[in-house]
């Protein structure tokens, strides 16, 4: 890797301003993508030490994990319940609407992982004999013999499903293992559809289909014993509702029969039977309002042909004695006078058109045939003129009429009156009565449809695709398992590498020591020895006379030779010669390329034909004789010289 030189000393007559010290600092709001790559190179074995970690957690995990199998059934929900009984009652109505919604799928989802209903696939399917350990593995009995209590004694226990109140009951051991199965059962609602996916996942693949055909089964059992055991309810409530408005029909039947013996005149006011129980007795009137019915039709009647024949009397007055027109009023031409007299003119008028077709004028049957018109005609006008004393005398006998109908409506509503006091409690009997009857008989179609619905064995969910025996693991997944623990551990190492990165100050770029530092930087020179770029601890270790301490003379068309070459040119443009004779080399920390460069920039002035003094002032451990292979005859702390070109 490329070092830049943390010796160089850049002479006083530089123009370019020195800039604070603010280190990573001042650009930390930059990304440094050639760092953060140059720093993943450096430590890349811990990033593959983390991926190999991953991979052998992942390992261990498939070898420790154990094997689940998962069964699949598939349940279908119906918009509603199959009935074989046709019912159009609210109830029926409304849960039809339910089941057509989304809250009842939700509903039945929630319902397949009740700690009930598996409490139940457990008693069903007898999986608290061998004490819990097919289900979960491990034996959930506390001791032994309460253990053997329980698988020696199942069937008494199945057998007391229901206490006092009717609620079915588990044992605590049934009830642990439901707890223990909620999480193996996993319902699913397609979505778009009416569709359930039921999973049940286990270790055993026998075992996991068990479940879940046992699961859909109870589920679906459990739906009908639950609205038959409503029916059972619904028809005991109905039946005692049944007694209840028998003995109520029965007594108000009772007191109608009663009253109307007691009042035999309530009858003729409202209805012969109503309240007798009788059948089609209903619309048959009493004789009081039959009287009043009768008569009221009378007087009106009367009262119309009053009006009538008033009318025409007043046209009759109007017209005098213009016989045609008294003709057109119909209480004339309806006369039985006046109509006799006007088929005797017409029969008379037709003799005479035959006569003249035989004879003349003058004949003697001819005259005689007009002579019996005239006085046909004379006997029509007398009976015309006598209809109106005669129109006069039937208005007068028609409101004699009205008045006498008059009187009797009233005598009858006086009647009506006195006969209505002992009715009105008839009638309320009777009211009564056939309410307690229409309750009764709707009481008895609704017995009769529960009687009928109770015993039908079919649920708005059936079982539509059963469950084959799993032939594959569904956990743990090898591919994805080992894919996980492989990328896991490459995070792992790229977050520990990042992070080092990033708590990491020191200098490794040439750009980072000039915005760090505010200074130029002259040249930058790879760090190689013979075999090619080792480590400092190694290079340290190596006999100085097997090294390549000295690049520009050993190897100078090398790229460390050629920067030492670019560093000479560079300190050659600071200035004039004569103040820039002296160059000074230094570190904080010893092992940083002080003796490396300063031999090297020492080589490269003398192969350009200057006298160079080198000074070693290294007073504890001084290394420049031994790069120039000379012995150090004098104390560390004698200066060596070596004069160079």
């Given at each position: 890797?490329?070092?830049?030189?943390?010796?160089?000393?850049?002479?006083?007559i530089?123009?370019?301003?020195?800039?604070?010290l603010?280190?990573?600092?001042?650009?930390?709001?930059?990304?440094?993508?050639?760092?953060?790559?140059?720093?993943?190179?450096?430590?890349?074995?811990?990033?593959?030490?983390?991926?190999?970690?991953?991979?052998?957690?992942?390992?261990?995990?498939?070898?420790?994990?154990?094997?689940?199998?998962?069964?699949?059934?598939?349940?279908?929900?119906?918009?509603?319940?199959?009935?074989?009984?046709?019912?159009?009652?609210?109830?029926?109505?409304?849960?039809?609407?339910?089941?057509?919604?989304?809250?009842?799928?939700?509903?039945i989802?929630?319902?397949?992982?009740?700690?009930?209903?598996?409490?139940?696939?457990?008693?069903?399917?007898?999986?608290?004999?061998?004490?819990?350990?097919?289900?979960?593995?491990?034996?959930?009995?506390?001791?032994?013999?309460?253990?053997?209590?329980?698988?020696?004694?199942?069937?008494?226990?199945?057998?007391?499903?229901?206490?006092?109140?009717g609620?079915?009951?588990?044992?605590?051991?049934?009830?642990?293992?439901?707890?223990?199965?909620?999480?193996?059962?996993?319902?699913?609602?397609?979505?778009?559809?009416?569709?359930?996916?039921?999973?049940?996942?286990?270790?055993?693949?026998?075992?996991?289909?068990r479940l879940?055909?046992?699961?859909?089964?109870?589920?679906?059992?459990?739906?009908?014993?639950?609205?038959?055991?409503?029916?059972?309810?619904?028809?005991?409530y109905?039946?005692?509702?049944?007694?209840?408005?028998?003995?109520?029909?029965?007594?108000?039947?009772?007191?109608?029969?009663?009253?109307?013996?007691?009042?035999?005149?309530?009858?003729?006011?409202?209805?012969?039977?109503?309240?007798?129980?009788?059948?089609?007795?209903?619309?048959?009137?009493?004789?009081?309002?039959?009287?009043?019915?009768?008569?009221?039709?009378?007087?009106?009647?009367?009262?119309?042909?009053?009006?009538r024949?008033?009318?025409?009397?007043?046209?009759?007055?109007?017209?005098?004695?213009?016989?045609d027109?008294?003709?057109?009023?119909?209480?004339?031409?309806?006369?039985t006078?006046?109509?006799?007299?006007?088929?005797?003119?017409?029969?008379?008028?037709?003799?005479?058109?035959?006569?003249?077709?035989?004879?003349?004028?003058?004949?003697?049957?001819?005259?005689?045939?007009?002579?019996?018109?005239?006085?046909?005609?004379?006997?029509?006008?007398?009976?015309?003129?006598?209809?109106?004393?005669?129109?006069?005398?039937?208005?007068?006998?028609t409101?004699?009429?009205?008045?006498?109908?008059?009187?009797?409506?009233?005598?009858?509503?006086?009647?009506?009156?006195?006969?209505?006091?002992?009715?009105?409690?008839?009638?309320?009997l009777?009211?009564?009565?056939?309410?307690?009857?229409?309750?009764?008989?709707?009481?008895?179609?609704?017995?009769?449809?529960?009687?009928?619905?109770k015993?039908?064995?079919?649920?708005?969910?059936?079982?539509?695709?059963?469950?084959?025996?799993?032939?594959?693991?569904?956990?743990?997944?090898?591919?994805?398992?080992?894919?996980?623990?492989?990328?896991?551990?490459?995070?792992?190492?790229?977050?520990?590498?990042?992070?080092?990165?990033?708590?990491?100050?020191?200098?490794?770029?040439?750009?980072?020591?000039?915005?760090?530092?505010?200074?130029?930087?002259?040249a930058?020179?790879?760090?190689?020895?013979?075999?090619?770029?080792?480590?400092?601890?190694?290079?340290?270790?190596?006999?100085?006379?097997?090294?390549?301490?000295?690049?520009?003379?050993?190897?100078?068309?090398?790229?460390?030779?050629?920067a030492?070459?670019?560093?000479?040119?560079?300190?050659?443009?600071?200035?004039?010669?004569?103040?820039?004779?002296?160059?000074?080399?230094?570190?904080?920390?010893?092992?940083?390329?002080?003796s490396?460069?300063?031999?090297?920039?020492?080589?490269a002035?003398?192969?350009?034909?200057y006298?160079?003094?080198?000074?070693?002032?290294?007073?504890?451990?001084?290394?420049?004789?031994?790069?120039?292979?000379?012995?150090?005859?004098?104390?560390?702390?004698?200066?060596?010289?070596?004069?160079c070109?």
């Amino acid at each position: 890797p490329a070092h830049s030189i943390p010796g160089t000393t850049v002479p006083t007559i530089s123009e370019k301003p020195v800039a604070h010290l603010t280190g990573q600092y001042a650009e930390a709001h930059n990304f440094d993508f050639r760092r953060l790559w140059h720093s993943l190179v450096e430590r890349i074995w811990i990033v593959a030490i983390c991926v190999l970690a991953g991979l052998f957690l992942a390992l261990g995990y498939l070898a420790r994990t154990p094997k689940l199998y998962q069964a699949h059934t598939l349940l279908e929900v119906e918009f509603q319940e199959p009935s074989f009984v046709p019912t159009a009652d609210y109830t029926t109505r409304t849960r039809s609407v339910f089941l057509a919604s989304q809250e009842a799928l939700k509903t039945i989802e929630q319902n397949l992982t009740n700690q009930t209903l598996l409490a139940r696939v457990v008693r069903s399917e007898g999986l608290a004999q061998d004490g819990g350990h097919a289900v979960l593995g491990q034996s959930v009995v506390a001791n032994k013999s309460s253990s053997a209590t329980e698988r020696t004694e199942p069937s008494q226990a199945g057998n007391k499903t229901q206490n006092a109140s009717g609620v079915t009951t588990f044992t605590p051991l049934e009830e642990a293992l439901a707890r223990g199965m909620v999480g193996m059962v996993t319902p699913a609602i397609r979505r778009g559809t009416r569709l359930i996916d039921l999973y049940v996942t286990h270790s055993d693949p026998a075992m996991a289909q068990r479940l879940a055909e046992a699961v859909g089964r109870e589920y679906i059992r459990n739906s009908i014993e639950r609205r038959a055991s409503s029916s059972e309810d619904a028809l005991r409530y109905l039946l005692e509702e049944e007694e209840r408005l028998k003995r109520n029909l029965q007594k108000s039947e009772a007191a109608a029969t009663e009253y109307k013996a007691k009042n035999p005149d309530a009858l003729q006011l409202g209805g012969s039977a109503a309240a007798t129980g009788s059948q089609g007795a209903g619309a048959k009137g009493g004789l009081v309002e039959d009287n009043l019915q009768d008569i009221n039709t009378k007087l009106t009647g009367a009262r119309g042909d009053q009006i009538r024949l008033e009318g025409q009397l007043q046209q009759v007055d109007h017209i005098g004695n213009n016989i045609d027109a008294l003709l057109a009023i119909p209480f004339i031409s309806g006369a039985t006078m006046v109509a006799d007299a006007r088929a005797k003119i017409i029969q008379i008028e037709a003799g005479i058109t035959t006569l003249a077709l035989r004879y003349k004028d003058k004949h003697p049957r001819m005259m005689a045939a007009k002579a019996s018109l005239a006085e046909a005609k004379v006997k029509l006008r007398e009976a015309v003129l006598a209809q109106r004393p005669i129109l006069r005398n039937t208005i007068e006998q028609t409101k004699a009429l009205e008045a006498s109908l008059q009187q009797a409506l009233q005598n009858q509503q006086g009647v009506a009156v006195n006969l209505n006091r002992t009715a009105i409690g008839y009638q309320e009997l009777a009211r009564q009565a056939e309410t307690d009857r229409a309750l009764y008989e709707s009481v008895l179609r609704q017995i009769k449809d529960t009687n009928l619905a109770k015993d039908v064995k079919a649920n708005a969910v059936s079982v539509i695709e059963h469950s084959p025996l799993p032939n594959f693991p569904v956990s743990p997944r090898p591919t994805k398992t080992i894919l996980l623990g492989l990328l896991g551990g490459l995070a792992v190492g790229l977050a520990f590498v990042f992070g080092v990165d990033a708590l990491d100050r020191s200098i490794r770029t040439v750009d980072q020591a000039e915005s760090t530092l505010g200074l130029p930087v002259f040249a930058a020179v790879p760090d190689t020895t013979d075999e090619g770029p080792v480590s400092r601890l190694k290079r340290r270790t190596k006999a100085f006379r097997r090294s390549n301490y000295r690049v520009v003379v050993e190897t100078p068309e090398s790229p460390a030779a050629e920067a030492f070459r670019n560093l000479r040119a560079a300190l050659s443009l600071l200035g004039p010669e004569a103040e820039r004779k002296v160059s000074l080399f230094t570190s904080a920390v010893p092992n940083e390329g002080k003796s490396f460069t300063s031999a090297n920039y020492s080589l490269a002035l003398a192969q350009q034909g200057y006298r160079v003094l080198l000074i070693d002032g290294d007073l504890r451990r001084p290394n420049m004789h031994r790069i120039f292979r000379f012995p150090n005859a004098r104390n560390n702390s004698d200066e060596d010289r070596l004069p160079c070109g």
